[in-house]
């Protein structure tokens, strides 16, 4: 009973979808350039499609902060802060409902 219910702790903590503003995400999402290589509405491009994400915010933010790509730069923190990129997230998940 014990290791359900931290296994379920764990994996809400996971799962969590960050608040924030979806239009601030777009102004992120075009300041931060990602549209260079994501494409202007995250539907690709040189780089993969972001639009309808169906990876976790979690995954996301570690994409961003520790891409697997040589191509793709990697924004600590201090560039872009974790709100920012939450609200990116919002906005790419948006744009699979357009």
Same mark, same amino acid.
């Given at each position: 009973m014990l290791?359900?219910?931290c296994f379920f702790l764990l994996s809400a903590g996971c799962s969590r979808v960050p608040e924030g503003n979806v239009?601030? /995400?777009? &102004?992120?999402?075009?300041?931060?350039?990602?549209n260079g290589?994501?494409?202007e509405d995250g539907t /690709?491009? &040189?780089g993969p499609v972001l639009a309808g994400t169906p990876l976790s915010f979690n995954r996301f933010l570690h994409k961003v902060r520790s891409p697997d790509s040589a191509i793709m730069?990697?924004?600590?923190?201090d560039r872009l802060p974790d709100k920012d990129a939450?609200?990116?997230?919002?906005?790419?998940?948006?744009?699979?409902?357009?």
């Open positions: 290791a359900a219910g239009e601030d /995400g777009e &102004r992120w999402y075009k300041l931060h350039r990602c290589c994501h494409g /690709g491009g &040189r730069p990697a924004y600590g923190n939450g609200e990116i997230y919002l906005w790419l998940l948006q744009q699979n409902k357009e």
